[in-house]
């Protein structure tokens, strides 16, 4: 019997019918998740919140059957449900807003033993455990939704059911939120189903996907067919460049017929939508008061909204063509007269302006690109951007002008100002464009932390003194500088380019990863190679390793010798220098010769002593200055950094060399320093040659010398040369 259940389906649903009085939610529903992650995808009001409610045993069935690991759940309460091994993340999180974070996870532990703990938790989401004191109403979206996986992955469930995980998050959230469930996947411990209006993320973490229509599973059809397939999407998930407007645009190499023109208003019209809430089957007829008030202003006709149908199809290059132009980004609804102000003084110039709106109201504000031109770039069209919750829609306007500014090929600047709002607007967008390009954010935010606006990126942040609100002496003052500011950036960027153009190059570029503990090692790389490389050095405290990889997704480096990876430390161990899980990422989209090391791998940094999470007290500490203290890493933690490593190595396709110093990875790890520690760093080898998949041009190489050590820069040195010469990329300059 037992062997039975062991090779029975992690979630059978049969012929499920469910009802909400007279209206048929469910109509029988047959689904069957093996293993592994499943996706369910659907419009609004297709049943796919029911469906999760039905098998949690939340809704009530009618009939049909739905088992887990072959034990029949149908009608079974959802507490006897969550002890078989079913947990659930529901939509719209259902935090308890009085509970701490901490309060939470310790109260979710106690249902079910097993490999998800408190402790895994604050490893895997770093950001709760620096957040284990606050209330559930004190965090962002993004961490409340971190808060409501781990709850339910405490429970340890056979089965996670997930609705809308990335509903309302962040790009770089839901980017986080996808990987793990790839890596949830991939483990095998537990199967996922997942219910999702992301196609992105849909596609990306299931090989198959479900899709419901009117209470149906419709199809079960291959991930990456629907991913490619823009027409199928549209057909049966309503994503589409007017799916929400119910434009008409003729297909491509068609004729319309030719209808009898009717005389249209010089002014602004208004677009009516006839359901401004999504219908469904059982929805009432909507008040004509509600269509009235729900009715879009465009400022523009619709023959401008066929044509911005018409441009979406045609290739991007076609869009983005003509002479270098600054765009002026902001709410153009509240901040119309700051930012003509400074579009005039930057077009007085001689350069070219673009004004692009990006507000959330939906009120209309005379642009060169309206707010809704922009929302439909986001991945669910323009009805994800203009909604009822602001945060929501700022979120989702911010990733679709991200993903708008993404395919113009021809911006020599971008300016934008206002407040907190306005520049969580646009910096997503800036930090996209590649480093070169002038980026200024005029903001009243801008002498607090910045941090979380400019990231990796060279943008600027000029404080406005007095908010944006209005023109006054001193708003036009320090407008006009921003203006001036960025339009000589332009210009002399735009006159470096010319000369590079007329042939005066430069050397090519290559990026080196450093920290105190590696520094004479780099300094001797450094001068073994300046003769033939400009040699960038990036200090490795999270932020280095990620403007590193931007200039290498930018193309903008020629090579990378990541000698000190020492921010895999504090992104697995809660460090305050962490990377992201994106770290080597750009080198395995790029294929560039690759060196790398263990640098620094021996430490985890921390503040000051008091700061230091109470899980590590016992351990080997070195205290840098007072405001940093080194934690001395184990050979368990070793080993788990070995294996991270390992699978970014795998992933890489150019040529790679990876060096592993026996003699120390630090100058603290020396023989008769404090952090030396033999046992420690052989388990990290270990780790990496059990799992590094080593051909003819991945290889792991041993040194027996400390990574500091002259002899060990030099093999570094001469393993760079000889890979870089031979990918011919001495043929890519630096910009």
């Given at each position: 019997?037992?062997e039975?259940?062991?090779?029975?389906?992690?979630?059978?649903?049969?012929g499920?019918?469910?009802?909400?009085?007279h209206s048929?939610?469910?109509q029988g529903?047959d689904?069957?998740?093996?293993?592994?992650?499943?996706?369910v995808?659907?419009?609004?009001?297709?049943?796919?919140t029911?469906?999760?409610?039905a098998?949690?045993g939340?809704a009530?069935?009618?009939s049909?059957?739905?088992r887990?690991?072959?034990?029949?759940?149908?009608?079974?309460?959802p507490a006897?449900?969550?002890?078989?091994?079913?947990?659930?993340v529901?939509?719209?999180?259902?935090?308890?807003?009085?509970?701490s974070?901490?309060e939470?996870?310790?109260?979710?532990?106690?249902?079910?033993?097993g490999a998800?703990?408190?402790?895994?938790i604050?490893e895997?989401?770093?950001?709760?455990a620096?957040?284990?004191d606050h209330?559930?109403g004190?965090?962002?979206?993004?961490?409340?939704?971190?808060?409501a996986?781990s709850?339910?992955?405490?429970t340890?469930?056979?089965?996670l059911i997930?609705?809308?995980p990335?509903?309302?998050?962040?790009?770089?959230?839901v980017a986080q939120?996808?990987?793990?469930?790839?890596?949830?996947?991939?483990?095998?411990?537990?199967s996922?189903?997942?219910?999702?209006?992301n196609i992105?993320?849909?596609?990306?973490?299931?090989?198959?996907?479900?899709?419901?229509v009117?209470?149906?599973?419709n199809r079960?059809?291959d991930s990456a067919?629907?991913?490619?397939?823009?027409?199928?999407q549209?057909?049966?998930?309503?994503?589409g460049v007017?799916?929400?407007l119910d434009?008409?645009?003729?297909?491509?190499?068609t004729?319309a017929?030719p209808?009898?023109?009717?005389?249209?208003?010089?002014?602004?019209?208004?677009?009516?939508?006839?359901?401004?809430?999504?219908?469904?089957?059982?929805?009432?007829?909507?008040?004509?008061a509600?269509i009235?008030?729900?009715?879009?202003?465009f400022s523009?006709?619709v023959?401008?909204l066929?044509?911005?149908a018409?441009?979406r199809r045609?290739?991007v290059?076609?869009?983005?063509?003509?002479?270098?132009?600054?765009l002026?980004?902001?709410t153009l609804?509240?901040?119309?007269?700051e930012?003509?102000?400074i579009?005039?003084?930057i077009a007085?110039?001689?350069?070219?302006t673009r004004?692009?709106?990006?507000s959330?109201?939906?009120?209309h504000?005379a642009?060169?690109v309206?707010?809704?031109?922009?929302?439909?770039?986001?991945?669910?069209g323009?009805s994800?951007?203009?909604g009822?919750?602001?945060?929501a829609?700022?979120?989702a306007?911010?990733?679709?002008?991200?993903?708008?500014l993404r395919?113009q090929?021809?911006?020599a600047?971008?300016?934008?100002?206002?407040g907190?709002g306005?520049a969580?607007?646009?910096?997503?967008?800036m930090?996209?464009?590649?480093v070169?390009?002038?980026?200024?954010?005029?903001s009243?935010?801008a002498?607090?932390d910045?941090?979380?606006?400019?990231?990796?990126?060279?943008?600027?942040m000029m404080?406005?003194?007095?908010?944006?609100?209005?023109?006054?002496?001193?708003?036009?003052?320090?407008?006009a500088?921003?203006?001036?500011a960025?339009?000589g950036?332009?210009?002399?960027?735009?006159d470096?380019?010319?000369?590079k153009d007329?042939?005066?190059?430069g050397l090519?570029?290559?990026?080196?990863t450093?920290?105190?503990?590696t520094?004479p090692?780099?300094?001797?790389?450094?001068a073994?190679?300046?003769?033939d490389?400009?040699c960038?050095?990036?200090?490795?405290?999270?932020?280095?390793?990620?403007?590193?990889e931007k200039?290498?997704?930018?193309?903008?480096?020629?090579?990378v010798?990541d000698?000190t990876t020492t921010?895999?430390?504090d992104?697995?161990?809660?460090?305050v220098?962490?990377?992201?899980d994106?770290r080597?990422?750009a080198i395995?989209?790029?294929?560039?010769p690759y060196v790398?090391?263990?640098?620094?791998l021996d430490?985890?940094?921390?503040?000051?002593a008091?700061?230091?999470?109470e899980?590590?007290?016992?351990?080997?500490?070195?205290?840098?200055?007072p405001?940093?203290t080194?934690?001395?890493?184990?050979a368990?933690?070793?080993?788990r950094?070995?294996?991270?490593?390992?699978?970014?190595?795998?992933q890489?396709?150019?040529?790679?060399?990876?060096f592993?110093p026996?003699g120390g990875v630090?100058?603290?790890d020396?023989?008769g320093q404090?952090f030396?520690?033999?046992?420690a760093?052989?388990?990290l080898?270990?780790?990496?040659?059990?799992?590094?998949?080593?051909?003819?041009?991945?290889?792991?190489i041993?040194v027996s010398?400390?990574i500091?050590d002259?002899?060990?820069?030099?093999?570094i040195?001469?393993a760079?040369r000889t890979?870089?010469?031979?990918?011919?990329?001495r043929r890519?300059?630096?910009?």
């Amino acid at each position: 019997m037992n062997e039975v259940r062991r090779s029975a389906a992690a979630l059978e649903v049969r012929g499920l019918d469910v009802y909400y009085g007279h209206s048929h939610a469910l109509q029988g529903v047959d689904l069957t998740l093996e293993a592994g992650v499943f996706s369910v995808v659907g419009r609004n009001g297709m049943g796919k919140t029911t469906l999760c409610k039905a098998i949690m045993g939340l809704a009530p069935v009618s009939s049909g059957s739905i088992r887990v690991r072959g034990h029949d759940i149908t009608r079974r309460p959802p507490a006897y449900i969550a002890r078989l091994g079913v947990g659930y993340v529901p939509q719209g999180r259902r935090l308890w807003r009085s509970l701490s974070v901490d309060e939470h996870l310790q109260l979710a532990a106690g249902l079910r033993r097993g490999a998800w703990t408190v402790e895994r938790i604050y490893e895997t989401f770093p950001r709760l455990a620096e957040r284990k004191d606050h209330g559930g109403g004190q965090l962002s979206g993004g961490e409340q939704q971190m808060l409501a996986i781990s709850r339910a992955l405490l429970t340890n469930p056979q089965l996670l059911i997930m609705d809308e995980p990335t509903e309302g998050l962040a790009p770089v959230i839901v980017a986080q939120v996808e990987e793990m469930l790839l890596r949830l996947g991939e483990d095998g411990d537990m199967s996922v189903l997942v219910i999702e209006q992301n196609i992105g993320v849909a596609t990306a973490v299931s090989r198959n996907v479900a899709i419901m229509v009117n209470g149906r599973v419709n199809r079960i059809i291959d991930s990456a067919r629907l991913a490619a397939d823009r027409a199928l999407q549209q057909r049966l998930l309503g994503v589409g460049v007017h799916a929400e407007l119910d434009i008409e645009v003729p297909a491509a190499g068609t004729e319309a017929k030719p209808e009898p023109q009717q005389a249209r208003p010089d002014g602004p019209i208004r677009v009516y939508v006839s359901n401004p809430t999504p219908p469904t089957r059982w929805s009432q007829p909507v008040p004509i008061a509600r269509i009235e008030a729900a009715a879009r202003t465009f400022s523009t006709q619709v023959t401008r909204l066929e044509e911005t149908a018409r441009r979406r199809r045609e290739p991007v290059a076609a869009q983005t063509q003509g002479p270098p132009v600054v765009l002026v980004v902001g709410t153009l609804d509240t901040k119309g007269a700051e930012l003509r102000f400074i579009r005039d003084i930057i077009a007085g110039s001689g350069l070219r302006t673009r004004l692009v709106d990006v507000s959330t109201s939906g009120r209309h504000a005379a642009s060169d690109v309206s707010a809704q031109e922009i929302a439909l770039n986001h991945g669910r069209g323009g009805s994800a951007v203009f909604g009822p919750d602001r945060g929501a829609a700022v979120t989702a306007m911010a990733e679709a002008f991200a993903s708008w500014l993404r395919r113009q090929s021809n911006v020599a600047g971008v300016i934008s100002a206002g407040g907190s709002g306005a520049a969580s607007l646009v910096a997503p967008g800036m930090r996209s464009l590649p480093v070169g390009v002038p980026k200024l954010i005029i903001s009243s935010v801008a002498s607090g932390d910045v941090g979380p606006y400019v990231g990796p990126a060279d943008i600027t942040m000029m404080h406005s003194v007095t908010d944006v609100q209005g023109l006054n002496s001193i708003s036009r003052t320090v407008l006009a500088n921003g203006a001036n500011a960025l339009a000589g950036m332009v210009r002399a960027r735009l006159d470096q380019h010319a000369r590079k153009d007329r042939g005066d190059g430069g050397l090519p570029s290559v990026g080196i990863t450093m920290f105190g503990v590696t520094t004479p090692a780099v300094q001797k790389i450094a001068a073994d190679l300046r003769e033939d490389f400009e040699c960038l050095v990036f200090h490795a405290t999270g932020v280095g390793g990620r403007s590193m990889e931007k200039l290498v997704d930018s193309g903008q480096l020629a090579g990378v010798i990541d000698l000190t990876t020492t921010e895999v430390c504090d992104l697995l161990m809660g460090g305050v220098f962490p990377a992201t899980d994106d770290r080597f990422g750009a080198i395995i989209r790029s294929r560039l010769p690759y060196v790398g090391s263990v640098g620094a791998l021996d430490m985890v940094n921390f503040g000051a002593a008091q700061t230091i999470p109470e899980r590590y007290r016992g351990r080997k500490f070195h205290v840098h200055n007072p405001q940093v203290t080194l934690m001395r890493t184990t050979a368990e933690e070793n080993e788990r950094m070995g294996r991270w490593i390992a699978d970014r190595l795998n992933q890489m396709d150019g040529p790679v060399r990876f060096f592993l110093p026996e003699g120390g990875v630090s100058a603290l790890d020396a023989r008769g320093q404090p952090f030396w520690d033999p046992d420690a760093d052989a388990a990290l080898f270990r780790a990496l040659e059990r799992n590094v998949r080593q051909t003819a041009n991945r290889q792991l190489i041993r040194v027996s010398k400390n990574i500091n050590d002259p002899e060990f820069a030099s093999t570094i040195v001469n393993a760079f040369r000889t890979l870089f010469g031979r990918t011919g990329a001495r043929r890519r300059l630096a910009r």
